[in-house]
Nanobody, 115 residues
Framework: QVQLVESGGGLVQAGGSLRLSCVASGIIFSFRDMGWYRQAPGKQRELVARITSGGRTNYADPVKGRFTISRENAKTTVYLQMNSLKPEDTAVYYC?????????WGQGTQVTVSS
């Protein structure tokens, strides 16, 4: 049974930083490309960043230069360092493999950025 558990969200002022973590179980983590996704109120879920099993990274344009995705295979954990946060980054953040599998979505972690 696959389980992805996100943590690290919270309320932060614009310009602040947060570090999200996602611990995975039930998958061969080191073999999987992983992604961070977010869903803002009234919007579709979107890919924010992804990292391949080999460590290559890609970012959505709105977060380039501000967010950094990384992974620690020994801990089956993927991270998202978010700097220079903006109110438009407010959303529920999820991790999943890439491409995402519907059954793998977890509860997500809420990020709220105040102006």
């Amino acid at each position: 049974q696959v389980q992805l558990v996100e943590s690290g969200g919270g309320l932060v002022q614009a310009g602040g930083s947060l570090r999200l973590s996602c611990v995975a179980s039930g998958i061969i983590f080191s073999f999987r490309d992983m992604g961070w996704y977010r869903q803002a109120p009234g919007k579709q879920r979107e890919l924010v960043a992804r990292i391949t099993s080999g460590g290559r990274t890609n970012y959505a344009d709105p977060v380039k230069g501000r967010f950094t995705i990384s992974r620690e295979n020994a801990k089956t954990t993927v991270y998202l360092q978010m700097n220079s946060l903006k109110p438009e980054d407010t959303a529920v953040y999820y991790c999943n493999i890439w491409p995402p599998v519907n059954n793998y979505w977890g509860q997500g972690t809420q990020v709220t950025v105040s102006s």
